[in-house]
Nanobody, 129 residues
Framework: QVQPVYSGGGSVQAGGSLRLSCAASGITINNYCMAWFRQATGKEREAVASIYTGGFRSAYTSYADSVRGRSTISQDSAKNMLYLQMNNLKPEDTAEYYC???????????????????WGKGTLVTISS
């Protein structure tokens, strides 16, 4: 199971940046498609970004349209860590953010919440205007 240890959440002013971290335990993230999702109050959970390496040097990354160009998902396989760097933050980025994982043997995105196997508890990100 994924038992993330989050860091980087909190309150940021619009236009600012933050970096979310998720330390996965119980799985080897190289064998998993890792993703960030978010859920704003009163809205459905939505994908932010996903990454899959399969242990290869190059990574397959995918982004939601709402964050593409402003966000970078990455992972440190040696540390079993997943990251999300978000820049030029907007009030609409305010949400509970979750890291998630699903076992994979082939490259590709994992941006469907119902396709993810393991979920961590959320970390709140609040963007003030």
């Amino acid at each position: 199971q994924v038992q993330p240890v989050y860091s980087g959440g909190g309150s940021v002013q619009a236009g600012g940046s933050l970096r979310l971290s998720c330390a996965a335990s119980g799985i080897t993230i190289n064998n998993y498609c890792m993703a960030w999702f978010r859920q704003a109050t009163g809205k459905e959970r939505e994908a932010v970004a996903s990454i899959y390496t399969g242990g290869f040097r190059s990574a397959y990354t995918s982004y939601a349209d709402s964050v593409r160009g402003r966000s970078t998902i990455s992972q440190d396989s040696a540390k079993n860590m997943l990251y999300l760097q978000m820049n030029n933050l907007k009030p609409e980025d305010t949400a509970e953010y979750y890291c998630a994982a699903v076992f994979r043997t082939s490259s590709g995105p994992c941006l469907r919440a119902d396709g993810m196997r393991y979920w961590g508890k959320g970390t709140l990100v609040t963007i003030s205007s």
